[in-house]
């Protein structure tokens, strides 16, 4: 079981950063797959980045050069830094691991950003 918990959402105004930050139950050397997922009202769930153990990220088009995902493995938790917001980003961020075949998610964390 992991258990994951986000925190670091909230309100911006547009151009204004913000840094998300999942905090995992269990080492994040274990977890295969860890990702940040983002739901907007009335939209499906995407996929935003990810990265995997050995440190190497990957980015949906909407994240590139704005967002950089990175992990603190001493402190199992994975980071999303957001740079450069639009009023489009404004979701439900969601942290994702996949760990021995299993998926787990996040309660979630709002942002909203303001133009």
């Given at each position: 079981q992991v258990q994951l918990v986000e925190s670091g959402g909230g309100s911006v105004q547009a151009g204004?950063?913000?840094?998300?930050?999942?905090?995992?139950?269990?080492?994040i050397v274990s977890i295969n797959g860890k990702g940040?997922?983002?739901?907007?009202p009335g939209k499906q769930r995407e996929w935003i980045a990810s990265i995997t153990s050995s440190g190497s990220p990957t980015y949906a088009d909407s994240a590139k050069g704005r967002f950089t995902i990175s992990a603190d493995n001493a402190k199992n938790t994975v980071?999303?830094?957001?740079?450069?917001?639009?009023?489009?980003?404004?979701?439900v961020y969601y942290c994702r691991a996949e760990r021995y075949g299993y998926a787990?998610?996040?309660?979630?964390?709002?942002v909203t950003v303001s133009s």
């Open positions: 204004g950063s913000l840094r998300l930050s999942c905090a995992a139950s269990v080492s940040w997922y983002r739901q907007a980071y999303l830094q957001m740079n450069s917001l639009k009023s489009e980003d404004t979701a787990y998610w996040g309660q979630g964390t709002q």
